[in-house]
Nanobody
Framework: QLVESGGGLVQAGGSLRLSCAAS????????MGWFRQAPGKEREFVAA??????????ADSDSVKGRFAISRDNAKNTVYLQMNSLKPEDTAVYYC???????????WGRGTQVTVSS
């Protein structure tokens, strides 16, 4: 089970740190990823991290690069998404996922809402 937390309402330019706590199994050997889905849009990949810390970010999203950072603490079975300089277009439900690789996910959380006001 994956449970996201840390979402909320923030003003543009602010920061949030999302957490995804895993339970029921040990996810330290899994790749973990963050995705987001804005209203009326398809789910978008944000960033992923392998079990040993190799990070992949959405190369197609200039708006994410340099502002978002993924990390993990295997001892706590938790993955984080640090989001800085937030923009209204970052408003979305953010989901974490776990899988064998950073391109294949078997487990999904229910999401946490992030709303950025202008």
């Amino acid at each position: 089970q994956l449970v996201e937390s840390g979402g909320g309402l923030v003003q543009a330019g602010g920061s949030l740190r999302l957490s995804c706590a895993a339970s029921g199994r040990t996810f330290s050997s899994y790749a973990m990823g963050w995705f987001r889905q804005a209203p009326g849009k398809e789910r978008e990949f944000v960033a992923a991290i392998t079990w040993n810390g190799v990070v992949t970010t959405n190369a197609d999203s200039d708006s994410v690069k340099g502002r978002f950072a993924i990390s993990r603490d295997n001892a706590k079975n938790t993955v984080y998404l640090q989001m800085n300089s937030l923009k209204p277009e970052d408003t979305a439900v953010y989901y974490c996922a776990a899988g064998a690789t950073t391109s294949s996910y078997n487990f999904w959380g229910r999401g946490t809402q992030v709303t950025v006001s202008s």
